[in-house]
Nanobody, 125 residues
Framework: QVQLVESGGGLVQAGDSLRLSCATSGRTFSTYSMGWFRQAPGKEREFVTARCSGGITFQADSVKGRFTISSDNAKNTVYLQMNSLKLEDTAVYYC???????????????????WGQGTQVTVSS
């Protein structure tokens, strides 16, 4: 059974940094792509960033230069480092696992087979 568990969310001020973690279990972590999405109140879930198993990464324009995805295969964990946080980054953040690579597919929710339960990030002024 594949499980993804996010952690690290919280309340921070604008300009602060935060690192989210997503621990996975149930299948060989290093062979799959991992992505982060977020959903703000009243909005659809949107793509944030993703990383293919080979190391290629993709980011949404809204987070380029501020957010970084990385992984630790030994820990079966993917991270989302978020710097220079803005009010508009407030959302529930979800990690997800996919069996494909490429920006067109990885920025689409239906590409992902498994999802975590989400972790709340709130950025205040």
């Amino acid at each position: 059974q594949v499980q993804l568990v996010e952690s690290g969310g919280g309340l921070v001020q604008a300009g602060d940094s935060l690192r989210l973690s997503c621990a996975t279990s149930g299948r060989t972590f290093s062979t799959y792509s991992m992505g982060w999405f977020r959903q703000a109140p009243g909005k659809e879930r949107e793509f944030v960033t993703a990383r293919c198993s080979g190391g290629i990464t993709f980011q949404a324009d809204s987070v380029k230069g501020r957010f970084t995805i990385s992984s630790d295969n030994a820990k079966n964990t993917v991270y989302l480092q978020m710097n220079s946080l803005k009010l508009e980054d407030t959302a529930v953040y979800y990690c997800a696992e996919a069996n494909s690579c490429g920006l067109r597919s990885l920025r689409t929710r239906v590409t992902y087979e498994y999802w975590g339960q989400g972790t709340q990030v709130t950025v205040s002024s």
